[in-house]
C-alpha cells in the first residue's frame, strides 16, 4: 500500500489545465523538498517531468509545473494536448524510513 | 546522455533467485553525484522503489523487500545488479534500473524495463 495517495483518474479536454494531486504526510512531502513526478505511455518506461517540487528538467515542455502546499503536492499540465494522455505517478523521499516512495498513480485522458 | 539498459531472464522459477543487470552507457556509476536503483512495476500496478547503490558499494533497500534483496556493483564493467531471493508469483513485474540524483528527488534516467515472470 503506497504512503502517497493520488487520484485514480482525471479527465480535461484539450486547451484545458488540470491539476493531479498527490496527498502524503509530514513524514515525506511535508517534511522535504524530494517530491518528483513522472510521466508514463503504455508500455514505455517513467519520464521525468518535475522534481524537487517545481524544477523542470531540461527538454519538459513548460506546460508542466509543480508545487506544494503542507502534506500535498500538485502537477498542472496546462494546455492540455492528447500526447499528454498517459499515466502520472508521483514520487516522495521519506525521511522517516530514508526510502523512495512513488504514489499509486493518476491516469489522465483528453477528451 | 546517459544510457542504462537492464538485462536477464524474462522467466525465473518460484522460490529461486531473480538476477539482473543494469549497463551504464555515459556516464559513471562511481559517481558522488548519482545513485543508482532498481523500480519494478507488476502489470496494471504502480511503481515500487526496490532498493540503490552508491558510489559502487553504499547500499539502501526498501524495508519491505529487505530480507530477499541485493545490489552490488561492478565499475569495471560500469554495470549494477539486483539479486532478489526466495521469489513468488507476486515478484513478477517489469523491472527498471534507473539514475538518482544525490540530494534530490530525480529518477533522472530510466532503462527500457526488463519483463520478469516467476512461474514454474
Known amino acids: 500500500q503506497s504512503a502517497l495517495t493520488q487520484p485514480a483518474s482525471v479527465s480535461g479536454s484539450p486547451g484545458q489545465s488540470i491539476t493531479l494531486s498527490c496527498a502524503g504526510s509530514s513524514n515525506d512531502i511535508g517534511d522535504h523538498n524530494y517530491v518528483s513526478w513522472y510521466q508514463q505511455h503504455p508500455g514505455k518506461a517513467p519520464k521525468l517531468m518535475i522534481y524537487?517540487?517545481?524544477n523542470r528538467p531540461s527538454g519538459v515542455s513548460n506546460r508542466f509545473s509543480g508545487s506544494k502546499s503542507g502534506n500535498t503536492a500538485s502537477l498542472t499540465i496546462a494546455g492540455l494536448q492528447a500526447e499528454d494522455e498517459a499515466d502520472y505517478y508521483c514520487?516522495?523521499?521519506?525521511?522517516?524510513?530514508?526510502?523512495?516512495?512513488f504514489g499509486p498513480g493518476t491516469k489522465v485522458t483528453v477528451l | 546522455q546517459v544510457q542504462l539498459r537492464e538485462s536477464g531472464p524474462g522467466l525465473v522459477k518460484p522460490s529461486q533467485t531473480l538476477s539482473l543487470t543494469c549497463t551504464v552507457s555515459g556516464g559513471s556509476i562511481n559517481s558522488d553525484n548519482y545513485y543508482w536503483t532498481w523500480v519494478r512495476q507488476p502489470a496494471g500496478k504502480g511503481l515500487e522503489w526496490i532498493g540503490r547503490i552508491f558510489s559502487g558499494v553504499s547500499t539502501l533497500y526498501n524495508p519491505s523487500l529487505k530480507s530477499r534483496v541485493t545490489i552490488s556493483a561492478d565499475t569495471s564493467k560500469s554495470q549494477f545488479s539486483l539479486q532478489l531471493n526466495s521469489v513468488t508469483a507476486a515478484d513478477t513485474a517489469i523491472y527498471y534500473c534507473?539514475?538518482?540524483?544525490w540530494g534530490s528527488g530525480a529518477f533522472d534516467f530510466w532503462g527500457q524495463g526488463t519483463a520478469v515472470t516467476v512461474s514454474s
Open positions: 514520487s516522495s523521499y521519506t525521511s522517516s524510513s530514508t526510502i523512495y516512495v
Open positions: 524537487d517540487v517545481s
Open positions: 534507473a539514475r538518482l540524483r
